[in-house]
């Protein structure tokens, strides 16, 4: 399995933005889709947005649509995830994943089998 690489991750005052960038090598031309997932203090792994590496359809979750975007850059085996008006509800650790057998948009975590090793985002004032 490809082993992802989170970074882009830090401390910042709500209102905030942050970009986080998720690579693996020939993550774009390996996987159909990757997704991108959170962990916040005592809270259960959320499903945060997925993009899809056959067009550029992604999905969010509730809590950070219109707020959150995730995109790719071709040639560069990177994944992003753009983060605006951060909220201290936002703060955890984020984790990008893909599974080769998963080619459908999906934020169900059970979909995939490989992980990065997380970046951590703090909001707070």
């Known amino acids: 399995q490809l082993r992802f690489v989170e970074s882009g991750g830090g401390l910042v005052h709500p209102g905030g933005s942050l970009t986080l960038s998720c690579t693996a090598p020939?993550?774009?031309?390996?996987?159909?889709?990757v997704g991108w997932f959170r962990q916040g203090p005592g809270k259960e792994r959320e499903g945060v947005a997925c993009i899809s590496n056959v067009g550029k359809s992604s999905d969010y979750a509730d809590s950070v649509k219109g707020r959150f975007t995730t995109s790719k850059e071709y040639g560069q085996n990177a994944i992003y995830l753009q983060m605006n008006s951060l909220k201290p509800e936002d703060t955890g650790s984020y984790y990008c994943?893909?599974?080769?057998?998963?080619?459908?948009?999906?934020?169900?975590?059970?979909?995939?089998?490989?992980w990065g090793q997380g970046t951590q985002v703090t909001v707070s004032s």
């Open positions: 020939e993550m774009t031309s390996v996987y159909y889709v």
């Open positions: 994943a893909a599974d080769r057998r998963t080619t459908s948009r999906t934020l169900d975590s059970r979909a995939y089998g490989s």
